[in-house]
């Protein structure tokens, strides 16, 4: 039987080794320290729906790929300096 595992094949000795970790315990706080993206601050993030028309969206994505930055990136620095000038 072929197993994949990401698109990689996932060899016996693999499994085997995953097997031996599991049934030998795994230590909670290393699970948890390396899950999902890293924090962004002491509590965990927000996720914030924002609706865009398409040329809004494109501007800001104009504007993050000039300044080398990804959407997120773009749209938190827009924020902070927007909540900064008042």
Known sequence: MERKMHG???SD???DQW???AEAGFDV???KARMGRPARG???SQVVPVRLTVDELAAVMARAEREHLNRSEAFRAALA?????A
């Open 8 to 10: 990689r094949e996932v």
């Open 13 to 15: 000795t693999e499994i």
């Open 19 to 21: 097997a031996d970790e």
């Open 29 to 31: 706080k290393e699970l």
């Open 42 to 44: 002491a509590e965990a």
């Open 81 to 85: 300096a927007w909540a900064n000038a």
